[in-house]
């Protein structure tokens, strides 16, 4: 079984920066596309990057664009999500998931997830 672990979520004020880790033991995450996901109570679960597997592009949701990045360490086997300017609305639990593939057709393909995390919490204060 493959386990996704994220970690670096925190209680951050507005216009703070946080990154967010995610690794595994288990696959080679450079090979499989990747993708960050949040969810704040009350509403449904949205998708915030995908970063394709081997040239590492990466697609941001319009909410993120210009604030949030996402870099590789493929020594470490980790994928990151630098998040800098972070709003209250930012406040959800982010959850980390793998591609059995390599590629990224959007933001809303949930299905397409092989394996996800247990989350990370980020809550921003105002």
């Known amino acids: 079984q493959v386990q996704v672990l994220e970690s670096g979520g925190d209680l951050v004020q507005a216009g703070g920066s946080l990154r967010l880790s995610c690794t595994t033991s288990e696959l080679p995450l450079e090979n499989h596309a990747m993708g960050w996901f949040r969810q704040a109570p009350g509403k449904e679960r949205e998708g915030v990057t995908c970063?394709?597997?081997?040239?590492?592009?990466?697609y941001f949701a319009d909410s993120v664009k210009g604030r949030f990045t996402i870099s590789r360490d493929n020594a470490k086997n980790t994928l990151y999500l630098q998040m800098n300017g972070l709003k209250p609305e930012d406040t959800a639990m982010y959850y980390c998931a793998v591609k059995s593939s390599r590629f990224c057709r959007g933001l809303r393909e949930e299905d397409e997830y092989a394996y996800w995390g247990q989350g990370t919490q980020v809550t921003v204060s105002s």
């Open positions: 970063t394709t597997g081997g040239d590492g592009n990466t």
